[in-house]
């Protein structure tokens, strides 16, 4: 804001009340108001970007920054060709302009807020699973604005929020949180086996990530009681072996 002299006074406005959001999507364009009377002659203007420290956007009648090839003036308002996640935040603009008075000042804010779609998000599935246990499978994208929701896919069919009332589902144990992106299983079963996807869908788009396959297999009793038996021969056979060796005087001393 310029400067005043000792011979004028210096009048103006900043009503809160005048503050407001304006909404854009990533890569389309948007229009920054200034609500002001027509740009005159002998007005000056500045647009600054507020945050941890302020930065020019419009300065000495230029475009400044980022601003220079993407952005033009339209009298006091900013129109960006094609807004960016990194513009997103608050923006003040100041007006200067002799008047009867004296230097008449004016300021007006805009906060700018971008949505973007989300990116393809990351997909965490177990590739092998015992049947009875719990398994969860995870699906979270940290770019969409606002916050996406999360659906997972078996085999390419999409899974209700209720198991009991899907019919592609043989599994009525399992719980699918959409904000979150979880998909858990609190007793999974052979039936569980597949290939599962996870979709993340905001209001400016969607995407999903690849299918990944995870298999459920019983646990296998009448292996586990073989081997156990064997390593109890094993055992046996050692413990033969030694009182053999003892009793033949092996480890007697000399």
Not at 38 to 53: F, I
Not at 174 to 188: D, I, R
Not at 206 to 222: A, E, T, Y
């Amino acid at each position: 804001i310029m400067p005043t002299t000792p011979n004028h006074k210096a009048c103006g406005f900043s009503d809160p009340k005048d503050h407001h959001v304006v909404t854009a999507i990533e890569y389309q364009e948007v229009i920054l108001a200034c609500k002001y009377p027509k740009k005159t002659v002998s007005s000056r203007l500045e647009w600054k970007k507020l945050g941890r420290g302020i930065s020019f956007v419009y300065y000495q009648q230029a475009l400044q920054g980022a601003f220079k090839d993407r952005a033009e003036l339209i009298d006091f308002s900013i129109r960006i060709k094609n807004v960016t996640r990194n513009d997103a935040g608050k923006y003040r603009c100041e007006i200067s302009a002799p008047s009867e008075q004296g230097q008449n000042l004016a300021e007006d804010t805009v906060t700018l807020e971008v949505l973007v779609a989300p990116a393809v998000p990351s997909c965490e599935v177990p590739s092998s699973a015992l049947s009875g246990t719990t398994v969860e499978l995870r699906c979270q994208d940290k770019e969409g604005n606002p916050a996406p929701e999360y659906t997972w896919f078996k085999d390419g069919i999409r899974l209700s929020g209720n198991p009991r009332l899907d019919a592609q589902s043989t599994n009525s144990s399992y719980t699918m949180n959409v904000k979150s992106g979880s998909l858990q299983f609190n007793a999974v079963s052979k039936l569980d086996s597949g290939e599962y996807s996870c979709e993340a869908r905001n209001s400016v788009g969607h995407r999903k990530c690849p299918g990944k396959r995870m298999q459920v297999d019983d646990l296998n009793i009448s292996g586990i009681i073989a081997a156990v038996v064997v390593v109890a021969i094993v055992i046996s056979l050692c413990g033969l072996g030694v009182c053999y060796a003892q009793r033949k005087g092996y480890f007697s001393s000399k």
